[in-house]
């Protein structure tokens, strides 16, 4: 039996420094999106998407501009562009490997992610409870760190 097809989504923050590639068996127009409910992700206009059965990597080509912002600590960061403010997405190492969730935004074709986002409110749940929820649902990762 053939692997699935994947579609493979580029994006990057404004200025190129956190870029990101997002491949899922699912097409755009289909693949469920979430807004969190967290002032953070409200200010940002968040659309995150994770696909188990799909992957993410993230070429960071200027370290000197990632930022991470967690206010949740030992559950994720959510990775930023320190020089032009963009959020890609949210990443965190569980066990030796990384999951993400992708900001659509961030992609080159967000706007082919047509899904009415589906709001979350995660403020009730226990740490345990947030990272036993994203092993299950985040997209597996690989960071790529370019020295310059």
């Not at 190492?93 to 589906?118: H, I, M």
């Not at 597996?140 to 760190?145: G, L, N």
Request: net charge positive.
């Amino acid at each position: 039996m053939p692997a699935p097809r994947l579609h493979v989504h580029s994006g990057r923050c404004f200025c190129g420094a956190v870029r990101v590639r997002f491949e899922s068996p699912t097409p755009p127009h289909a693949t469920p999106l979430r807004s969190c409910t967290c002032t953070f992700c409200l200010k940002h206009g968040a659309r995150n998407a994770s696909d188990p059965a799909g992957r993410v990597r993230f070429e960071i080509r200027r370290p000197d501009r990632l930022s991470r912002f967690d206010f949740r600590p030992a559950t994720g960061g959510r990775l930023l562009c320190a020089f032009c403010g963009a959020y890609v997405a949210t990443a965190r190492r569980f066990g030796g490997r990384w999951l993400a969730t992708v900001n659509v935004n961030s992609l080159d074709r967000s706007q082919e992610f047509t899904r009415k986002p589906q709001l979350m409110d995660y403020s009730g749940e226990t740490p345990a409870q947030t990272r036993a929820r994203r092993k299950a649902r985040w997209t597996p990762a690989t960071v790529v760190i370019r020295k310059r």
